[in-house]
Structure formats: structure tokens, C-alpha cells
Nanobody, 126 residues
């Protein structure tokens, strides 16, 4: 059974940094691309960043490019999201996700993802 568990969310002040983690269990980690999404209550889930299955290619939403860095550690089966220069508009529940098929093209569309974590809350006070 594939399981994703996020951690690292917290209440921080604007300008602070935070690192989110996503631990994947239940299957081979390295064959699948992975993404971070975020969502505020009453809004649609928003794509934040993705990393391809090789770890060589990364993609970012324009709202976070230059401030956030996505990475993955194969031996630890873990993906990360380093968030710097946080803003109040970054406040949201953050989710990691991965598709069911291996070595597919990276997508920012949430419907392309089969497995999701339970989310970790990031709150940025201004």
C-alpha cells in the first residue's frame, strides 16, 4: 500500500524559512515524479512544484519560483520543499502527491495524481 506522509508545517512569520518533508512508503520511490500542492479552505488545490523521477528536472509555479526549492532523497524515500522568504499568501495546507504510473511526464494537474498525503499546515503571519 502506497502511503505519503507530510511533515514540517508550522506557524512562522513573514520572511522566515520552513522545510516540508514527504515520506513515501509502499513502493519504489525513484521511479515516480512527485509534486507539492497547496490549498486554502474554499479554494481549488493549487500546484506548487514538481520534481521528475530522475530528480534532475524541477518545475515551479510562478508564485513560488526563486523562493521555494523542491528536492528528493532516494535512499530516504523522501521529498522536500524548502520554502524561503515566506509570505502571508503562502498560508495553506500543503500536500505531496505522486502518480500511479512510473516514469511519466510531470504534470501540474491534480487529477493526474493517484496518491496523496494527509497534508501539513503552513501559516505565515504578516
Amino acid at each position: 500500500q502506497v502511503r505519503l506522509v507530510e511533515s514540517g508545517g508550522s506557524l512562522v512569520q513573514a520572511g522566515d524559512s520552513l522545510r516540508l518533508s514527504c515520506l513515501v512508503t509502499g513502493r519504489t520511490f525513484t521511479d515516480y515524479h512527485m509534486s507539492w500542492f497547496r490549498q486554502e479552505p474554499g479554494t481549488q488545490r493549487e500546484w506548487v512544484a514538481s520534481i521528475d523521477w530522475t530528480g534532475a528536472l524541477t518545475f515551479y509555479a510562478s508564485s513560488v519560483k526563486g523562493r521555494f526549492t523542491i528536492s528528493r532523497d532516494g535512499p530516504k524515500n523522501t521529498m522536500y520543499l524548502q520554502m524561503n522568504s515566506l509570505k502571508s499568501e503562502d498560508t495553506a495546507m500543503y500536500y505531496c502527491a505522486t502518480p500511479s504510473q512510473a516514469r511519466t511526464t510531470v504534470s501540474g494537474n491534480p487529477v493526474e495524481y493517484t496518491y496523496w498525503g494527509q497534508g501539513t499546515q503552513v501559516t505565515v503571519s504578516s
